[in-house]
């Protein structure tokens, strides 16, 4: 099986013309590995079939091109390969999809259109919430919804920084991601449960001397019963699969904060997450609170188009600065990074 040229395929591929709002997508995925000899071909979508290149690396079982097919063809699509011994491999396919409708990431989010009191049914007082996860965006998600409705948030990346935030600051609830580097989500949520038993010795640590056993819920994107019955054997008290909607959080709170919402949040809270103030101008004076150094770094990692690196410096910014984050964060998270490139650009010369 030989792949088509991208012209070819344009042609042959089955576009419904009824429907004005459908395109066609064409993906291409190259390397420069062992490539597949010409009498592999045939069999090369098989089950459970490798070819000599893949038998040599060791890796996989035979499946993964095969589950791969059956996407692309799930999706009205085809994918073929082309491919010279010594040289590398490219797969093709194409796909059917329809535009999507203009909307914004809050929109996207789905959160309530206002605010209201959150209040705790057995009286008031600020409640610690320690969010475990490695995945930054994640992160800054749940911080800036947790963070406006008034909770203290602490951040681990991993569940061996979980442990020590957890002995130093006695959160009331983690949120855990399961699947973390360093220690897992399994095992570090085990640490804490053997910790907390300690509690009940005669001579319990000082750390741990008034605390009340930490509710931990489980964030993982598993939809599967035995990974959910897993979790619950770890230690921890429920279960949020990804990607978590808001009233799913909001009802984690509920339940093992004893709190009250109202049944609508504050319409403040999609313009605070993600929009600065009112007649905030960015412009090249904006990015001067941080050191030309870092304007340099902003200006690389944008114009590698990585939303993940420029998010990380975005959060080295002070947050007294909150204007210059929400909007610095607004060009990344709508991928604008010819705009941050030209603004990075043009700051970092003036500052070398």
């Not at 097919?69 to 490219?90: A, D, H, K, Y």
């Not at 919430?129 to 203290?152: A, Y």
């Not at 929009?275 to 340099?296: K, N, R």
Request: net charge negative; proline share 6%; glycine share 6%.
């Amino acid at each position: 099986m030989t792949a088509q040229p991208i012209a070819d395929q344009l042609n042959a591929a089955p576009l419904d013309c009824s429907d004005p709002s459908s395109q066609l997508l064409f993906f291409e995925v190259e390397d420069t590995g062992f490539g597949i000899a010409a009498d592999e071909m045939g069999e090369l979508f098989e089950p459970f079939k490798q070819t000599r290149s893949g038998q040599q690396s060791q890796e996989g079982t035979g499946l993964g091109l095969q589950i791969s097919r059956r996407f692309v063809q799930l999706m009205s699509g085809e994918i073929t390969v082309r491919s010279e011994l010594s040289q590398g491999s490219c797969f093709c396919f194409y796909i059917q999809v329809k535009l999507a409708e203009p909307g914004s990431m809050t929109t996207a989010l789905n959160f309530p259109s206002t605010l209201g009191h959150v209040t705790n049914k057995l009286g008031q007082g600020n409640h610690r919430i320690l969010i475990v996860e490695d995945n930054l965006l994640n992160r800054l998600l749940l911080n800036k919804l947790l963070s406006s409705l008034g909770f203290e948030i602490q951040e681990a990346e991993n569940g061996q920084d979980a442990i020590a935030i957890w002995q130093q600051w006695q959160p009331h609830l983690i949120f855990m991601d399961m699947y973390m580097p360093i220690l897992d989500g399994y095992k570090a949520t085990q640490k804490i449960r053997d910790l907390e038993k300690k509690h009940n010795s005669p001579q319990p640590p000082a750390a741990l001397a008034s605390a009340c056993p930490t509710k931990i819920i489980a964030l993982t994107a598993s939809v599967f019963a035995e990974q959910r019955q897993e979790s619950f054997s770890a230690g921890c008290d429920d279960f949020v699969t990804k990607p978590f909607r808001l009233e799913e959080v909001l009802e984690m709170l509920s339940k093992h904060l004893d709190l009250q919402f109202p049944d609508v949040l504050p319409e403040a809270i999609a313009p605070h997450l993600k929009h600065p103030e009112p007649g905030y101008v960015l412009d090249a004076i904006a990015l001067t609170v941080m050191p030309p150094e870092w304007i340099a770094q902003l200006h690389f990692t944008a114009s590698q188009g990585s939303d993940v690196e420029s998010l990380k410096l975005i959060a080295q910014i002070p947050q007294e600065h909150r204007s210059l984050i929400q909007a610095l964060e607004n060009l990344v998270e709508k991928y604008q990074f010819d705009q941050l490139v030209t603004l990075t650009h043009s700051t970092h010369l003036e500052n070398p």
